[in-house]
């Protein structure tokens, strides 16, 4: 063969059969979408054969791999293994070659180059390129998952369910996490390529990529855009010109995509749902197995003390004295992954939030905190123990003050991370994980003071739009002598991750109490932050009992009647009764990853009491579980409407 010329006729990387024996069938990528850990196998069309060739991947950091003509794949380091010639006499012949990469390779995009030396020349030939993932099927990958239901669920699962509200009225929001929509895998990989540590020293950044601790960090400074080229501005001003309001997103590809086509500039608005949504998508197109944490009564301790204080004025009201504040809810994510950075015992779930909080090594990003360590109190464990531990743990000092002096103080140890949630897998319902952070666990208790008088409060029905809220003061005389009281029962307005504003609504009354007799007087109206003051008139002790609570807006219901198969026309019916006493009007979204190509939009005006009832027409193009969600955006009153339908795609019998 020496002196006679080769010639590369055509290349076939095998696509489809790869990214399916790799689990990557789905993701849409410009190249070839592979799982670390893994051999894929290409047929490379010659007209002569070769004297010594090697593969090589280019990059900042090339990996040259010699083509052996015999042997296994290597596990431990890239290996190219010639599977087999097909003789061809008068054609061209093919060489089938297998490339492996170690299941500690660098994830991200490479290039493949064929390089050929014949005795005289050197010739290189572009193969095109490919996209490196995690791999959580790979038992040696430092995201191996055991369980394949799992695996299915957190990796490659696009329908999601994000908790909202207050543990003791809990909303459920379908979110479409959206990695297998068209370029979405490419962008999530441009987070990687934008971050101040690749842009600062490609490298190191390259090598690092290797280890999801490393990736997790990056990720969750990428997601906001506070230090960087980051994707989301979080706004929890109340005022949204210039950008959209949080609560209308409904899945991840708008915002990603947003975020791409505005040349990396930050995508308007996100709160901490939107954040973690964002991210959760981000890790599982990585290949990280990931999930999306609430953490009910979400504790920001801006003092590292461990304690949140809330001041109280005499008749009930909240004051703005404090930095520290409890959110009614707090959304993260925890990533799969192991931990030989901590040492035996901390492998597993870990917590990675993308709020921009706190700077952790002087860049808005929070984790990987394993859950493990924040249950274990591990405060010195990587990374920031201490500020997720206070999250789920920290006590509340309830302080009431009249002139500058201190009435009464009270503390509560069971308010913050009363609840802490996520979707269970395979179904749209809550699973608790509150015990996996907290050795204990419980709801709000009275307050007692030693003058005998105890006092709750307790919601009669969850809180609807439109409708009045019912409650209940109890008031219980543990005294033998009867008491004459004054009751002070206040509400404010509140944002979800902030103290209360001003009071729209009061009252005081005089209540007479036997002894050993409890009361509950009937109070109604529209409440979001309720605190009841009883004062003792003789001794002018005073005990407080305080409720935060969130209003549920209406839902809108889907339904479709057959079984569904993928690439059939199906027809899907959205329901929604208009329960305001006046008309309503807005805009009314349906989407649906691998449901609806487009999404559908349509203008609407329901009368009040009137029920709107809205086909949508789809077509399924990929087979399990999918989500129909639904959104209704009300100028008048200004709310977001939701809701959802999982469907079951099935492939054709």
Same mark, same amino acid.
């Given at each position: 063969w020496e002196g006679r010329e080769f010639k590369v006729r055509t290349i076939d990387l095998q696509q489809v059969q790869n990214q399916t !024996? !790799?689990? @990557?069938? /789905? *993701?849409?990528?410009? @190249?070839?979408?592979? =799982? =670390? /850990? %893994?051999?894929? @196998?290409?047929?490379?069309?010659? *007209?002569y054969s070769d004297t010594h060739s090697s593969l090589l991947s280019a990059g900042p950091v090339s990996v040259e791999v010699p083509v052996s003509r015999l042997g296994q794949p290597s596990l431990t380091q890239w290996s190219a293994v010639l599977e087999r010639r097909l003789p061809n006499p008068t054609g061209p012949r093919a060489l089938s070659v297998s490339l492996s990469s170690p299941a500690s390779a660098s994830i991200g995009v490479y290039t493949l180059q064929l390089r050929v030396e014949a005795r005289l020349n050197v010739k290189t030939h572009s193969l095109g390129q490919i996209t490196l993932l995690c791999n959580p099927w790979c038992q040696t990958d430092s995201v191996f998952l055991q369980s394949e239901d799992l695996r299915t669920e957190y990796v490659r699962s696009d329908i999601g369910l994000l908790f909202k509200g207050s543990p003791g009225n809990m909303v459920s929001r379908p979110w479409s996490f959206d990695q297998f929509e068209k370029g979405i895998l490419d962008i999530c990989m441009k987070l990687l390529q934008l971050s101040p540590q690749h842009q600062a020293d490609m490298r190191t950044d390259l090598q690092n990529r290797s280890n999801p601790v490393y990736i997790g960090r990056v990720i969750s400074a990428m997601v906001n855009s506070n230090d960087d080229k980051g994707v989301l501005m979080g706004n929890w001003s109340g005022d949204y010109s210039g950008g959209i309001n949080p609560s209308q997103w409904s899945g991840s590809a708008d915002i990603l995509k947003k975020w791409a086509?505005? %040349?990396?500039?930050?995508?308007?608005? /996100? %709160?901490?749902?939107?954040?973690a949504a964002v991210m959760c998508t981000v890790m599982r197109a990585l290949g990280i197995p990931t999930r999306v944490i609430t953490n009910f009564n979400s504790a920001h301790d801006t003092d590292g003390n461990m304690v949140i204080e809330e001041y109280y004025n005499e008749m009930g009201?909240? *004051?703005?004295?404090s930095k520290d504040s409890i959110w009614n809810f707090h959304v993260w994510v925890e990533s799969w992954m192991k931990r030989p950075d901590l040492g035996q015992g901390y492998d597993g779930w870990q917590v990675l939030d993308a709020t921009p909080q706190e700077k952790s090594a002087g860049m808005f990003r929070c984790g990987p905190a394993a859950v493990k360590a924040i249950y274990q109190k591990k405060v010195e464990a990587q990374y920031d123990v201490p500020f997720i531990f206070a999250e789920v743990n920290a006590d509340v000092r309830t302080i009431i003050i009249k002139d500058k002096k201190v009435l009464s103080t009270s503390i509560d140890k069971k308010r913050v991370g009363a609840l802490i949630s996520t979707k269970r897998p395979g179904s749209m319902l809550m699973q608790d994980i509150t015990s996996e952070y907290k050795t204990e666990k419980a709801f709000g208790f009275p307050f007692l003071i030693n003058t005998g008088i105890e006092v709750s409060l307790q919601l009669l029905k969850a809180p609807v739009v439109g409708e009045n809220i019912s409650f209940n003061v109890i008031i219980t005389n543990n005294m033998a002598a009867p008491k004459l009281l004054k009751k002070h029962v206040n509400a404010q307005n509140k944002e979800y991750n902030r103290n209360p504003t001003g009071t729209f609504w009061e009252a005081h009354d005089d209540v007479k109490i036997a002894p050993n007799e409890s009361k509950s007087p009937a109070v109604e109206d529209y409440m979001v932050n309720l605190a009841v003051v009883i004062e003792d008139v003789e001794s002018q002790e005073r005990v407080l009992a305080s409720e935060e609570f969130n209003i549920r807006s209406p839902a809108l219901s889907i339904q479709n009647e057959f079984s569904v198969v993928i690439n059939t026309p199906q027809v899907a019916t959205v329901t929604f009764t208009n329960l305001f006493n006046v008309a309503v009007? +807005?805009?009314? @979204?349906?989407? +649906?990853? +691998?449901? *609806?190509?487009?999404k559908a939009q349509m203008t609407i005006t329901i009368q009040p009491r009137e029920t709107m009832k809205r086909p949508v027409n789809f077509t399924p193009k990929m087979a399990g579980a999918k989500m129909l969600s639904a959104s209704l955006v009300l100028t008048n009153p200004p709310t977001v409407l939701h809701g959802f339908k999982t469907i079951n795609v099935q492939a054709p019998a």
């Open positions: !024996h !790799h689990k @990557t069938d /789905g *993701l849409s990528s410009s @190249t070839v979408v592979l =799982r =670390r /850990g %893994q051999a894929f @196998t290409n047929s490379i069309f010659v *007209l086509e505005a %040349q990396f500039r930050p995508v308007k608005y /996100g %709160q901490c749902w939107v954040f009201k909240k *004051l703005s004295m009007s +807005g805009e009314l @979204t349906v989407s +649906g990853s +691998g449901l *609806l190509e487009e």
